[in-house]
């Protein structure tokens, strides 16, 4: 089959073995590969891929079950699904636990289906405890950095439809019309405006999910109302920062850190498990979206790899087989 490989930083059509399911495993003919930063990082040679995923990147992909390893997932074959991968999304074929799958939600385009897995995934581990019977109180108001990008664009639906809250976010003004129609209240330019000025001001956030790291630790601290949580799970522009523990004890912060995939098998698959049940019927109803704005062919993924390295970009890239 055909697989997008690494070779010198760069990534080229190579023909590779077709993988196998295992018994725990179902085979899927990819329609579409989600472009993650990550697959960045993993094509500089930063990220490697964990023992057992196959060597080129792709930590998603949507497409139609063709084989299963395991009787008890026969009834799977011919489904339109999409899935969490450890990597190897780009390619042609991928064998993927059968419990990293999901059916392709009903108000979704298959294509646009390989843009969910990694997004709904990372915003629902990291924000979940939002919604739900365990829940806080709805919290007044939520930071979500990164607004244009794939998880913002997500996670701005997610808070603003699933959680009920005012969502606040950062992002080019450029795309302030977008962000607005996805349910964001206000849209602060990251390049002139101070966030946390504006957020103090105004009472501060309960919950901020961060993709920005060292550079806004301090700020987003600041940001933060009392009682409220911090998660950061993208570190674009730093990864060490100091803390005021003094402002940590008295405002009772809680600061958390995730990366969706170095957790073991079994979280991921209750997390998959979660998402069906709590954001997939949004997703059927087309109360919330995956906004791709980019679709390119699987053998241009180099070039996808480029536009998402530019940065201002709006919402996912995905990479199609067809
Ligand atoms: N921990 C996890 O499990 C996990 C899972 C998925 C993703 N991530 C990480 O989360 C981050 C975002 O992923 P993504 O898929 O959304 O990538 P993406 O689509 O490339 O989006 C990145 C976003 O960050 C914005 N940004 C860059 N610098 C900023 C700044 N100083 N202030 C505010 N926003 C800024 C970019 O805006 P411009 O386009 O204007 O530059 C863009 O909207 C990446 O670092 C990724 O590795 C982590």
Redo the contacts with the bound molecule.
Sequence with gaps: MLAMTVADGKLIADTVPDPEAGPEEVLIEVAAAG????DL?QVAGHYPPPAGAPAWPG?EVSGTIVAVGGEENAALVGTEVCALLSGGGYAELVAVDAGLVLPKPEGVDLVDAAALP??A??VH??LGYLIGPRSPERPPRVLV??????????AIQYVHRLVGAEVWT???SE?AEELKALGAERVLD??SED?SAELQAAGGAKAILD???A??FEDNLKALDTDGRLV??????GRTAEIDLGRLLSKRHTVA???????PLEQRRSILAELFEHVWPALDDGLVKPVVTTRVPLTDADEAHRV??????????VLTTA
């Excluded at 472009?35 to 990550?38: I, K, S, T």
């Excluded at 950061?232 to 522009?237: A, D, N, Y």
């Excluded at 850190?257 to 957790?263: E, I, K, N, Q």
Aim: glycine share 22%; proline share 0%; no cysteine.
């Design positions: 472009v993650n930063r990550a990082l930590l990694e997004v995934a990372t581990s990291n950095h990164g607004g244009s990008g794939g998880i913002g664009t997500f950062t992002a080019r795309f990251y390049r966030f993709v920005v790291g550079a806004y950061v799970i993208g570190l674009q522009q850190g995730t990366t969706l995939r170095a957790r998402m390295g530019a940065g201002g970009h709006l919402g996912k890239i």
